[in-house]
């Protein structure tokens, strides 16, 4: 079995390419064995369905596999807070394929290419 951090990073990475607008930051603290997850923002955090059934999901699925350890979701409005973290998601970059092009050289400029 994996260790607990290897699986939660995988898991993170996994349910912020699922959604939307969403940014996800990871510590783990070895003095509580705790791994606390900040999700931002709140509104996903509170509202969004399919977040919180991932969310839950992911809890169940981490209890299962390390039921000695603890782990806390948090949003940014939490009185605990992200210290020193040892994974941040954010910023997205989508690329509108359509808005790709490739040069095409005329054909007079393609005989002029060297040849290997």
Known sequence: ??????????????????????EISYEYRVSSNTHIVEVKPTSI???????IEKELALEASFYDNFPDESILFISE???????????????????????????????ESLAKIPML
């Open 45 to 51: 955090y509170r509202n969004c369905t399919k977040y």
């Open 77 to 107: 409005e939490s009185l605990t807070q992200i210290k020193t973290p040892d994974l941040i998601l954010k910023f997205k970059m989508k690329y509108n394929i359509s808005n790709l092009y490739t040069p095409i050289l005329p054909s």
């Open 1 to 22: 079995m994996r260790d607990s951090r290897t699986f939660l990073k995988s898991n993170l990475k996994k349910l912020f390419l699922e959604l939307e607008n969403i």
